[in-house]
């Protein structure tokens, strides 16, 4: 049952039926579903497609099988005849148990309010008709002014990209994708995707190449061009625990090929502590003392490397030396960009 703005009515159409305690046959509740359609399509006022939340026989199905996997409930099927009628097989049963009240919707619709102004994710109005039973506006929450902002990229190219990707991680469905990753070549790829990560105002996709059985690798959705389920390939496993280990020991994004774990030891100006203390660096990060040093073990990567130089002349490497090092050369080369330009006519690029 694909999950857009129609899947609500489809729902209410499907669990009236399912609940009657006779139950309906299949042509019923077709029925139901099409004049449902033609009185959304009056009231609305519009000209437009009455097959809106209408079904054909494959997909009445779907949607019944959808239903009994995503509520846990048994429908039964009744042969009289040659006709089929369907009803729960738990009297009394109802995906909609009870009304929402008004407090609990109140707070449902501030939710959405929310999530809204949070411009990196995908179009949520999907979920408006929540509302429409109460008589609220059909436009939800979305009318208020905007009082919260979170930081995000509402112009990233490739969010349009993220719906057919929830569903194949949820369905364990791989994925063709032709990728640029360079920005230059596409690269066909099938992909057996796992977990979906913002970082730093981007969203990647993790998963496994299909050529590459064992490795989890990360694709930039930025960089995906275009995106289509494969059914002819199995998809592939994994026993990662990307919500709670896979990122647990790095900053970032990135594991690096040796995965060692690093004690890492920095000193920041007195100015400096109370932002690190009351925003730590990471969640391994040990209480500061008065020496001013901050401690936790991470992986390095270029993340690390780039956090640390967001500081600035605020902080110092003291441990690992390697990472000492790294930082170091970086600031080197930073230090030759910005040596006096002996070419006064060197065109500057932004």
């Known amino acids: 049952m694909s999950v857009n703005k129609n899947i609500f ?20 509740i077709m029925g139901k579903l099409r004049d449902k359609a033609t009185a959304e399509m009056e009231e609305s006022g519009k000209a437009g497609n009455s097959n809106s939340i209408e079904v054909n026989n494959r997909q009445f199905y779907n949607d019944l ?7 846990q409930i048994k429908i039964d099927r009744q042969k009289l005849g040659k006709i089929s009628i369907y009803r729960y097989k738990v009297p009394g049963f109802s995906i909609f148990p009870a009304p929402l009240s008004e407090d609990y919707l109140a707070r449902l619709k501030n939710t959405l309010f929310l999530l809204q102004q949070f411009k990196g994710l995908p179009d949520l109005d999907f979920l408006n008709p929540l509302f429409e039973k109460r008589g609220d506006d059909q436009n939800g929450a979305s009318d208020q ?10 112009d ?21 994708i032709n990728y640029n990753r360079s920005f230059q070549h596409l690269k066909e790829i099938n992909f057996c995707p796992y977990f979906l990560k913002q970082h730093n ?3 990647f996709l993790f998963g496994t190449d299909v050529k590459h059985e064992k490795s989890i690798s990360n694709l930039a959705l930025d960089r995906i061009k275009s995106i289509e389920q494969v059914e002819n ?7 990662v625990n990307f919500d709670k280990e896979y990122f647990e020991d790095i900053i970032g994004i990135t594991i ?30 040990k209480p500061i003392g008065s020496d001013r040093v901050v401690r936790f073990e991470v992986m390095h990567n270029k993340e690390l490397e780039s956090l640390i130089l967001y500081f600035g002349d605020d902080v110092e490497v003291l441990e690992p030396e390697s990472l000492r090092k790294a930082v170091k050369a970086r600031i080197e080369k930073m230090h030759k960009q910005y040596q006096p330009i002996e070419n006064a006519g060197i065109e500057y690029f932004i």
């Open 9 to 28: 009515s489809r729902l209410k159409v499907y669990d009236s039926c399912l609940r009657s305690n006779d139950g309906c046959s299949k042509e019923l």
């Open 65 to 71: 099988k959808t239903i009994e996997e995503a509520w």
């Open 145 to 154: 002014q905007v009082i919260v902002e979170f930081d995000g990229n509402p």
């Open 156 to 176: 990233l190219i490739g969010l349009h990209h993220f719906p057919l990707l929830l569903d194949a991680i949820q369905h364990k469905k791989v994925v063709k």
């Open 201 to 203: 105002s981007r969203w």
């Open 233 to 239: 390939i199995a998809f592939l496993e994994s026993a």
């Open 256 to 285: 690096p090929k040796n995965r060692e774990i690093l004690n890492v030891k920095l000193r920041f100006k007195p100015e400096r502590l109370f932002f690190v203390k009351t925003k730590p660096l990471h969640n391994s990060q």
